[in-house]
């Protein structure tokens, strides 16, 4: 058992360990907030879930709850916190439009009544 429990590890921590570097990578190489978003929030999540299942792997199993309730929450949060950013990042101009291939929230917005100032999607440029 423990020899099994060492090759999981063994893969799971590398694995988890790259998929954080990519994710930091993303972050500072992608040219717009809806990329960064997509490689902080999936790369980073994959990478924390990955090392934690390689940890639990190593501890006692009482220590499984705890590590669990992290692994849940990080799956809670970070989704919310990206669309929130992204929204923000939306509703300030700071996200470029142009890139969307569909903006369902400036029909959204609109609905409610929320004024944003227009620029073409990818939809509507033909790109």
Known sequence: MTAVSDVITAVLL????????????GLLRF?????????AAKAQTLGLMLILVGTA???????APM????????????????Q???RT???????????????????????DGTRVDEQPSREDTGR
């Open 57 to 63: 792997v190593q501890m006692p199993l009482r220590y």
């Open 89 to 111: 990042a939306y509703r300030v101009q700071a996200l470029d439009r142009g890139a969307l291939f569909r903006d369902e929230l400036a029909d959204r917005l609109a609905r």
């Open 31 to 39: 040219p717009d907030i809806g990329s960064r978003l997509h490689a």
């Open 14 to 25: 590398p694995a988890g360990a790259i998929f954080c570097l990519l994710g930091s990578v």
């Open 84 to 86: 929130i950013v992204g």
């Open 67 to 82: 590590l669990l309730l992290v692994v849940l929450f990080q799956l809670l949060t970070a989704p919310i916190t990206s």
